[in-house]
C-alpha cells in the first residue's frame, strides 16, 4: 500500500499567510509576547515554531524563545509499534515555570499527540499556560483537545493523510492531502 | 534503519549501523538524565526482572535505574537466598519467571551461555546479557564505545585503544574488541602472559607483552580490573609488583597520546592496576562511563522492548 496524492491544499504563499496570521492572533491573544515561549513537536512543529517566531519578532521586535519537543517517549501507542519510533531529543534551553508556552505542530488529528506533548511538558516545568497552535486541524479528534491558533481547518476522511511539507525538511512549503492506493497485484 | 532485535546477548548480534544507531539514541537518553524529573512512561507497563546470579553492584544498579527512568516495572531476584540455593533449575527459573509475567530478563550468570539458554526457553520475554562467565558483556562494552564516542566527535575511527590487564578472566575485554573494531578502532592487549589467553589474535587485537609500548600512541588507555585473588593463585606475584610493571601511572600514561582517555570497567583498585592520580585525573573518563552506562541501557531497552510481536 502507497499513499498517493490527491490534492494540494496550501502553496507556500498561503501556508505563509496562515503563518502571519496565527503570529498576529498569538499577539492578540497574549496581549504582547511578554513570558510568551514557542515549542515546537518534533519533527515538523519545529521549523514551523522558527517561522512564527520569526514573525513575532518582525511585528513586535522581540523574538521569542524557542524549544523543542520530542514526545516519542510518551506517545500512548509505543506498545502496539514495532519497531519503535526513534529519538529526536528535546531542547528546552529554559525555564518553563511562569511562562506561557505556545505548542506548535504541523497537523492536529486525534489529539493524542498533544496529549503527549502536555505530559512531556509538564514534566519539564510548569508553565502558566498552554496553547496550540496547528497549521492544519483535520478533525476525528479522540481526546477532548482543541487548538488555540489553527493555519486551515481542513474536513477530511479517515482513509486519508495529510502532509505538511517544509522547506527545511522536504524542500518545499505545501500542504498535500493524499489517499491510500491498493497496489496492483 | 530501523532497530530489528528484540535481545542482545553479545556485541556481534549488531551491524555498525545498528550499534550508531543505539548510540544516537542514547544522547537523547542522557540528556534526560539532567532533568530535574528522569522518569518517562515509555517503558509503563512492563516488567523487568534482574536475574543476577553472580554479585554485581554497578551493572545491576545501572540496569535497575535505566529500567525505572523508562517506568518499567522492576523486580530483583538475586540468586542467594532464591529458589536457586533450594535446587531449582534453570529451566524452570526461566518459566516461574514467565509465569510472573516478565516482558524482559537481565541475566548475570558465571557460566558462559546462559544468556542464550534462557532465550530459548522463554517463550516471549526479551534477554539481555548483563556478563555471562568470562564470556561477553556487551553492555558494558557499548556504555565503553558511547562514551569514547561522544569525547571523539562521534567517530571512533583510526583510534587507537590499549587494553592493559586481566585478559584472561575478563568477559568485558572480549565484548569490547568487538565494539571497539566494529566501529573502527585498533585494539592492543597488554597484561602478564600469565593473564592472556593462547589465542589473542582469535580476538581480534594484538598482544603486545610491553606495556610501554602497548600505550605508545595509544588515544584510550583502559586498565582492566585485577583480581587480588589471582595473585593467590599464583598468576602474579604481588599487588605492588603489579603495579610497578603493569598499573597506570602518571609515567606509563605520559607514553600515550597528550590528552590519551582513561577508562575503567569498574570498581577499580587504587595502587593496583591504576594510580590514584590517574584514576582521578582530568582525562579520566570512569565516572562519565557511568553514567553513560544508565543511558546506553536506556536506549537498548527502549529499542528492544516494543509491544508487538515481530
Keep these: 500500500m502507497t499513499w498517493q496524492e490527491k490534492a494540494r491544499v496550501q502553496t507556500a504563499q498561503e501556508m505563509d499567510r496562515s503563518l502571519r496570521r496565527m503570529a498576529h492572533e498569538i499577539v492578540e491573544r497574549n496581549k504582547g509576547l511578554d513570558g510568551v515561549v514557542l515549542v515546537g513537536i518534533q519533527r515538523r512543529g519545529v521549523p514551523l515554531a522558527e517561522r512564527i517566531a520569526k514573525l513575532l519578532e518582525k511585528f513586535e521586535g522581540v523574538l521569542p524563545p524557542q524549544g523543542k519537543l520530542d514526545i516519542t517517549l510518551y506517545r500512548d501507542d509505543l506498545s502496539l509499534r514495532y519497531p519503535q519510533p526513534l529519538l529526536r531529543g528535546t531542547d528546552v534551553p529554559f525555564d518553563l515555570s511562569g511562562r506561557k508556552v505556545v505548542l506548535v505542530d504541523d497537523v492536529l488529528y486525534t489529539g493524542r499527540t498533544v496529549r503527549a506533548a502536555l505530559d512531556a511538558l509538564m514534566d519539564l516545568g510548569r508553565p502558566a499556560s498552554v496553547q496550540l497552535a496547528v497549521l492544519v486541524d483535520r478533525g476525528h479528534r479522540e481526546l477532548p483537545i482543541h487548538a488555540d491558533y489553527v493555519g486551515k481547518n481542513l474536513p477530511t476522511s479517515q482513509a486519508e493523510v495529510v502532509e505538511v511539507r517544509v522547506a527545511e525538511i522536504d524542500g518545499a512549503d505545501e500542504i498535500w492531502i493524499c489517499e491510500k492506493v491498493e497496489e496492483q497485484a | ?310
Design chain 2, 1 to 310: 534503519m530501523s532497530w530489528m532485535h528484540r535481545h542482545l546477548l553479545d556485541v556481534d548480534a549488531l551491524s555498525r549501523p545498528e550499534m550508531e544507531l543505539l548510540l544516537d539514541q542514547a544522547v537523547h537518553m542522557e540528556d534526560l538524565l539532567d532533568r530535574p524529573i528522569k522518569k518517562v512512561p515509555a517503558l509503563r507497563g512492563k516488567l523487568v526482572v534482574n536475574l543476577f546470579f553472580e554479585p554485581s553492584t554497578r551493572t545491576r544498579v545501572s540496569f535497575e535505574l535505566a529500567e525505572k527512568f523508562l517506568g518499567a516495572d522492576v523486580v530483583n531476584w538475586a540468586a542467594s537466598g532464591s529458589s536457586t540455593s533450594k535446587g531449582e533449575t534453570l529451566r524452570d527459573t526461566a518459566w516461574t519467571l514467565e509465569a510472573m509475567g516478565a516482558d524482559a530478563v537481565v541475566v548475570r550468570h558465571g557460566m558462559p551461555g546462559v544468556p542464550w539458554y534462557l532465550r530459548e526457553k522463554l517463550r516471549k520475554a526479551s534477554v539481555f546479557n548483563a556478563g555471562d562467565g568470562a564470556h561477553a558483556h556487551p553492555t558494558q562494552a557499548l556504555l565503553d564505545v558511547y562514551t569514547v564516542w561522544k569525547h571523539c566527535n562521534r567517530s571512533l575511527d583510526g583510534l587507537r585503544v590499549a587494553i592493559v590487564g586481566d585478559v584472561l578472566h575478563s568477559r568485558v575485554v572480549r565484548s569490547d574488541v568487538q565494539a571497539f573494531r566494529l566501529l573502527g578502532a585498533e585494539v592492543v592487549l597488554a597484561g602478564p602472559r600469565t593473564l592472556m589467553p593462547l589465542e589473542t589474535d582469535a580476538l581480534g587485537a594484538v598482544y603486545e607483552p610491553d606495556p610501554v609500548k602497548a600505550v605508545e600512541g595509544a588515544d584510550v588507555v583502559y586498565l582492566l580490573r585485577i583480581q587480588k585473588e589471582r595473585a593467590l593463585e599464583g598468576l602474579y606475584p604481588t599487588d605492588d609488583e603489579y603495579h610497578r610493571r603493569w598499573g597506570a601511572d602518571e609515567e606509563l600514561m605520559a607514553r600515550a597520546k597528550k590528552g590519551a582517555f582513561v577508562m575503567h570497567p569498574g570498581p577499580i583498585n587504587r595502587g593496583v592496576e591504576i594510580a590514584s592520580a590517574v584514576a582521578d585525573g582530568p582525562n579520566s573518563l570512569i565516572l562519565d562511563q557511568v553514567r553513560s552506562g544508565v543511558a546506553v541501557r536506556m536506549a537498548l531497552l527502549y529499542l528492544c522492548m516494543g509491544g508487538m510481536e515481530a
